[in-house]
């Protein structure tokens, strides 16, 4: 496991020099869809005393309703994480008239916070396609959060377009990243390339560094069908427990987006 701190500098008699301050270093993760894995992803969590945004969209129309999280397991889930919206059905929003896109994400919005009895009020572009009208209507739907899938990045952004920094999925598409990322060792690309956990270990020792926020997002029923249970507990022992590191809900980050 890489070392989570940098060694000061040394002078000529091999003494470590003074530090300056950590810059401030922040843990958050989310989770999609609203699936009936959900809660064993949830306990994963609670183990490693992490928190989760669970976005849920109460009716959505790509699973059966046997796989959808009932609205028992939704309560059960709000009693110990954040619940965000993620519209009614889980449609592709550029895709909506404006007049269907604002009922999608109102009507889901409302469905959640008549299961959960409190407000929703962080919200996840279904597959992260969205319009710049689509993030008035979030806004206009009461939500002051909103999250994009874009990744790699060590800073949230806007607070109706946050960015992420992994996805727990290996991207077919990431062999540049992982190359830069590597500095042009071979090896290390490959391996960053390869293993989605190997690439977030990655990140959040980088951020232990410079500072930021590590978020880290999914989906429960992908983890288990690529059979990553294994590699997601990994990641989430390696950042966990971190002494002086601030651990939030996509909610709480809110004071830090722009």
Do not use: K
């Not at 895709?95 to 994400?105: C, D, F, K, N, T």
């Not at 590699?231 to 971190?242: C, G, K, P, S, T």
């Amino acid at each position: 496991m890489t070392s989570t701190t940098d060694p000061g500098p040394t002078g000529a008699t091999g003494q470590a020099g003074p530090t300056s301050p950590r810059p401030p270093v922040t843990v958050t993760t989310s989770w999609d869809d609203g699936h009936v894995l959900d809660p064993r992803l949830a306990a994963l969590l609670e183990r490693y005393r992490l928190p989760g945004t669970f976005y849920i969209a109460p009716r959505n129309r790509e699973f059966s309703p046997q796989e959808r999280l009932s609205a028992d397991g939704i309560r059960e889930l709000a009693e110990r994480f954040e619940i965000g919206g993620h519209t009614l059905t889980h449609q592709r929003l550029p895709q909506l008239s404006q007049a269907a896109a604002a009922e999608e994400i109102s009507a889901g919005r409302s469905e959640l916070e008549d299961i959960i009895g409190s407000p929703v009020t962080s919200f996840c572009y279904p597959r992260g396609e969205y319009t710049p009208a689509q993030v008035r209507l979030v806004e206009q739907a009461g939500f002051t959060l909103a999250r994009t899938v874009r990744r790699s990045s060590l800073v949230p952004g806007r607070a109706l377009e946050l960015d992420t920094t992994v996805n727990a999925y290996a991207h077919r598409v990431d062999a540049p990243l992982a190359l830069r990322l590597a500095a042009g060792r071979p090896w290390t690309a490959t391996r960053l390339f390869l293993a989605w956990d190997e690439l977030a270990i990655h990140w959040f020792d980088r951020c232990l560094r410079e500072g930021g926020v590590f978020h880290l997002w999914g989906h429960s029923w992908e983890v288990a069908a690529r059979g990553d249970w294994q590699r997601l507990e990994r990641v989430l022992a390696h950042i966990a427990f971190r002494p002086g590191v601030g651990y939030l809900t996509n909610r709480e980050l809110l004071r830090l987006a722009a």
